[in-house]
């Protein structure tokens, strides 16, 4: 059996065709080069933005995100008066604003905090043991609230500007509550997501958190924030 092939004729190309051809490739790089130069220009922009420029970008941005953390204490040692590190914590969050979040530690052991948007379950996975307690207005004012709250932080916050250090720019924020644990919060930003925050209590002692593999807006878990008690577990309410 033959196997038949049709034979497509071309018409020889004019040279204005390629002439065209040519012009149209010119267009398209200058295009892609001036996109290019554009997004370049950005750049400082975006970088240089003050700390609060910055924060109030990311949270008109930001409905939810994922990521990385470490955590530190740092407390002052009354006999030598020098600054005393706890042993790192560390883990993985995501959250969903207003007042759903899962920040789950694995190291140097596991509990998870998790908020459905109504209530706050704390499972020590130890002690197989469940502690709840109603966000209620809690939210409102405390450090969580800069992350995981509603848009309206300056209601409950002043927001003020910080002096920059360990290359990030950074917010000073001052619950407006008294009845508050932390004095003072400091949030470090760079390129419009924050690195890390500081939280210092009125006992003097500071947390201190960095964050890693920030992502803004991803898809939320496969189980939502429905928190689902493990089996066994002991469940206190308060």
Not at 40 to 50: D, T, V
Not at 101 to 124: H, N, S
Not at 208 to 217: D, G, P
């Amino acid at each position: 059996m033959k196997h038949m092939h049709n034979v497509v004729q071309t018409k020889p190309s004019s040279p204005n065709s390629a002439l065209s051809f040519s012009t149209m490739q010119s267009l398209n790089t200058r295009k892609v080069i001036t996109i290019f130069a554009v997004a370049l220009a950005l750049l400082p922009a975006i970088a240089g933005a003050s700390a609060l420029e910055q924060f109030k970008s990311f949270v008109s941005s930001t409905q939810s995100a994922k990521g990385e953390f470490t955590q530190r204490l740092v407390t002052t040692d009354g006999g030598t008066n020098k600054p005393k590190v706890s042993t790192q914590s560390a883990g993985t969050f995501i959250f969903a604003r207003p007042g759903k979040f899962i920040w789950t530690y694995t190291k140097p052991y596991e509990q998870v905090l998790q908020a459905d948007g109504d209530k706050l379950y704390i499972y020590d996975k130890d002690l197989n043991q469940v502690t709840t307690k109603k966000l209620g207005n809690a939210l409102g004012s405390s450090p969580a609230a800069i992350l995981f709250g509603s848009n309206d932080l300056e209601k409950n916050f002043t927001l003020k500007e910080g002096k920059p250090k360990d290359g990030l720019e950074w917010l000073e924020v001052t619950p407006k509550a008294k009845d508050t644990t932390f004095d003072k919060i400091g949030v470090g930003l760079r390129n419009g997501l924050p690195e890390a925050m500081e939280l210092r209590d009125s006992f003097g002692q500071t947390s201190m958190l960095s964050f890693k593999n920030f992502v803004k807006n991803p898809a939320p878990p496969s189980g939502g924030f429905k928190f689902v008690v493990p089996k066994g577990a002991d469940v206190f309410d308060n």
